[in-house]
């Protein structure tokens, strides 16, 4: 039985995970027999007399692990690992609390996996009635429904009331953990409001009491706290219809956060994001701050000088970390420098940024807005802004291309280029509607989809299908395992 736990984990060392699952369901029998014969009853008989990798509480998790990760490839091994849960928790659900809660979430995630929801539903809730305060439990049940919230809602909303459930019980343990997901979840399904109000209840539990930490996590800095309140303040004032009072609460909210990437040396973006939020919170915040700068700066609510002072600060720090958010400051960061007249230094800006990636449709747009509407009054040049538009044009590959057609021909018709604004049109109704999105994963290996076009089997799909769009915070369509955002999608 050693040899073979042995041999399993240099399969497993080895990325061979059926391999490994191969070899420790031949040591899990023979642990079964050797109980059997010698009458040994409980964990801490058993691990005292096979100690060493044999020790069940050491290697049972790393075994209904690896099933799990074999059963997204081959569903036999998914059997397998209701056989193994069933087994333990009948034999040892009783000796330790720690290792039997990892199996029955295992066990009920291997259910779900089978498309048998019924079934892991009864389990948690047999099991959180006896201890509704199990956190984890209530966050493993949600994650039987809430693996790719994108792809099916009817799942996704689930996961939220299982999880809103588990956040109202008295006392839970590891709420914070809890809230993060529920937060990270909203999110996700453009529930954006709801978010910011779970979000709200997160920061209260940090003044109430935070935990103890050495040294503490960054969620529960001091001066991350203060960013994240006058954060969701400004939202508040956003759906309000107050923007100025907005702008000037993020502007605090933008020292405040680079105090606190200045304390905690976390200065890439995405991972700044991880440690406080676990989506992309900070960036999107970023660039909604980005969009009020420029608004408040044309409607003359803010000096050009002091929105140049933010964009400027952000692409010094963080215009490698992330793409969406750093794709909308260099717009804002270029049509300020329109908006003061420094034309030549908008043009140096956005010539560097597209030759860099030419396939920024928007890029090319907003460079062309620069001698429109961004223009102060007697700079604008409509001949300038069109071979802008009709270089970018030209652009193989080119994100967006419908918007920039688009753009390109109602500028043609406005200057009374009106038969090049036809042509124009034409090409742009000669492209697919989903060009735009498709483009995107055109070199990313793709799956079949479902001819069902009902509810999936399980959510849990091994192989990443391919969504119309891919977003942010969603699994790479690569397969790597890692967010789209920090893999194909930077």
Known sequence: MQRLIEVGYERWDRGAEAGACEEWLKAWALLLKTIDETGLARLSEID???????????WAPDLHMTLWNAGLREPR???????????FLRRFEADDLELTQDV?????????????????DALFRSWLTADPQWGWGWLRWAECYSFRPWENEQLATKAVEILREGAAVPGVHDEKVLLADL???????????????????????????PEQHEPPPLYDWPTWLEADRAILDGYDRLEAGDRAGAARLWLAAWGSFLQA????????????????SGYDYVSGWASRFANEVWDAAYEERLSTAAGLDFTTEFLRRFEMSERHATEEVRRV?????????RLRDADALF?????????????????????????????????????????????????????????LADQLAFVGRKQEAEEVRRRRASLPEEEADAEELSELPTEPTSADPGLR???????????????????????????????CGR
């Open 77 to 87: 091994f998914i059997e397998e690992g209701v056989r193994f849960g069933e087994e």
């Open 183 to 209: 937060e990270s979840l909203l999110a996700d399904l453009g529930r954006d409001q709801e978010s910011r109000a779970v979000r709200r209840r997160s920061l209260a539990l940090a003044v109430e009491g």
């Open 48 to 58: 005292q007399a096979l100690p060493g990798l044999a020790s069940v509480r050491s």
């Open 333 to 341: 960061h270029g049509l300020l420098h329109a908006r003061a007249g």
């Open 457 to 487: 089997e399980s959510p849990s799909e091994g192989e990443p299908r391919r969504a119309n769009k891919v977003g942010r915070n969603q699994p790479c369509p690569c397969g790597s395992g890692r967010k789209f955002k920090k893999c």
């Open 351 to 407: 010539g560097r940024w597209l030759a860099e990636e030419p396939r920024w449709g928007w890029g090319w747009i907003y460079w062309a807005a620069c001698y429109t509407y961004a223009a102060p009054d007697g700079m604008s040049s409509d001949v300038r802004s069109i071979q802008i538009l009709q270089r970018g044009a030209t652009v193989p590959g080119l994100r967006d291309t419908r918007d920039v057609l688009e753009e």
């Open 261 to 276: 990437v200045d304390e905690s040396g976390v200065e890439d973006l995405d991972d700044f994001d991880e440690q406080v």
């Open 104 to 120: 029955r979430s295992a066990l009920a995630a291997f259910h779900a996996k089978r498309g048998q929801f019924g079934t892991a």
